[in-house]
């Protein structure tokens, strides 16, 4: 009881200053949507959307569990489309009886990871000008992982767990298969995009209020990740900028503990475990710097703003999310008229 009044009296607290700085300032919430949208529309359902079907559909056929070392899989994988995949990886394993809740938490632990494109493209060669600060801040980011990892197996709890065959569904035809995993795909960037326009729209008002530089800084970078980059970058400070990676913002945490929700793992949890992995991203970042320095002369001075830079991009989004939206209503057309059968 009291758990839930707690729970209560927190959602109203937070609605009541959110819905407060909203009229206070209403054009820097609609330009943090705005940006949210775009980042979303341009970036986020073409190059998430795609791991996340991917990831379901993975899971679902049953490949993954045919795999003896799922760990260095998902390890890899999470790399490839970022911080949700993974997430999405390990609630389906949850959720198939796979791992327990033991197991979502250490597999989490070094499986929650920045794409490499982001890392390297995005925060590298468009942020800093620098192909070198990519790569390092990647390998920095893989090495914490690694630490991670290692610290899970050395340190963490030991308990067998005995994975339940029974709760492996297969599907029984290839179509049903598809359009199951592209529901759920479209149900989990949905989730993601909302709660980065939501941050975005935070981020942005927070830069407004009369707070000093740096608080309104430090502010902005933990909220949402890319804005974050965005305003740490002409700082050129590598070790925080691959800190903050690692982390991913508080809208990357909230959007894991959306996926995740069917595990029961806390949101402390995961804070804790990105703060730990951050740390160990910054440390190895100042030691790859003392190996290979990079000096400051070597980065361009950056005014990245999110914007849908090819116009095809949001046109290509649209199109995804229309298309999956008609499968989900064939297939519930298609479900109802089963249903209508087995009646008659």
Request: glycine letters at 6%.
């Amino acid at each position: 009881m009291k758990k839930s009044t707690h729970k209560l009296s927190t959602s109203v607290i937070f609605l009541l200053i959110y819905m407060s700085l909203l009229f206070l300032y209403p054009e820097q919430s609609l330009k943090g949507v705005r940006s949210g949208l775009d980042l979303s529309f341009s970036v986020l359902i073409p190059s998430l959307y795609p791991f996340l079907f991917c990831s379901a559909l993975f899971v679902k056929s049953g490949i993954l569990y045919s795999i003896s070392h799922k760990g260095v899989s998902l390890f890899i994988l999470s790399f490839t489309g970022g911080y949700p995949v993974g997430a999405k990886f390990v609630s389906e394993l949850y959720e198939k009886g796979q791992t327990d809740k033991n197991g979502a938490v250490k597999l989490l632990s070094y499986c929650i990871n920045p794409s490499v494109s982001f890392c390297f493209s995005t925060v590298g060669v468009t942020l800093l000008k620098s192909r070198k600060a990519g790569l390092l801040i990647l390998s920095a980011i893989v090495l914490s992982s690694l630490t991670m990892a290692l610290i899970s197996f050395l340190f963490g709890e030991r308990k067998e767990y005995k994975t339940k065959q029974s709760n492996i569904y297969i599907a029984d035809s290839f179509s049903s298969l598809f359009v199951s995993s592209l529901k759920d795909g479209l149900s989990a960037i949905i989730t993601i995009c909302g709660f980065v326009v939501l941050f975005s729209s935070l981020s942005f008002i927070v830069e407004a209020l009369p707070l000093s530089e740096s608080i309104s800084l430090l502010f902005g970078c933990v909220l949402e990740v890319t804005r974050g980059v965005v305003l740490t970058a002409e700082n050129f400070s590598l070790p925080f900028i691959s800190a903050l990676l690692s982390f991913g913002g508080f809208s990357t945490l909230f959007q894991l503990k959306a996926i995740l929700q069917k595990t029961d793992i806390s949101f402390l949890t995961l804070f804790m475990e990105r703060l730990i992995s951050a740390v160990f991203s910054a440390v190895y970042t100042f030691l790859l710097l003392k190996l290979f320095p990079i000096p400051k002369e070597t980065f361009g001075t950056s005014s990245f703003t999110v914007t849908p830079s090819p116009s095809y991009s949001v046109s290509v989004s649209l199109c995804l999310v229309l298309m999956s939206v008609l499968f989900i209503m064939g297939d519930s057309i298609a479900g109802r008229k089963a249903l209508t059968d087995e009646k008659r």
